[in-house]
């Protein structure tokens, strides 16, 4: 009966442990640089990775430049819009 007891206190730690990591991590989401989000969304392709990854790194490297010189944070342009994920 204890020992059930412990490991149902050892497994509440860890989801709750885990639950904070996510947490943390998810803020993190909207300061990803190129390479990172890159790296992301590729996590499970695996045909032609080179040429997709060269691709994704550009777009989303031209992204950020686009937002940041032209100052507005949520592009109103509906083919603006659809470049982004």
């Not at 020992?3 to 998810?26: F, P």
């Not at 080179?50 to 031209?62: E, I, M, R």
């Amino acid at each position: 009966m204890k020992a059930e007891l412990a490991n149902a206190k050892r497994k509440a730690q860890t989801y709750k442990k885990r639950l904070q990591r996510l947490k943390t991590n998810s803020t993190n989401f909207a300061m990803d640089t190129p390479r990172i989000k890159t790296r992301k969304r590729l996590a499970n392709f695996h045909r032609c990775k080179q040429s997709v990854k060269k691709t994704l790194v550009f777009h989303y490297a031209l992204l950020i430049k686009l937002r940041t010189d032209t100052g507005i944070p949520h592009l109103k342009d509906k083919s603006v819009r659809l470049l982004d994920f």
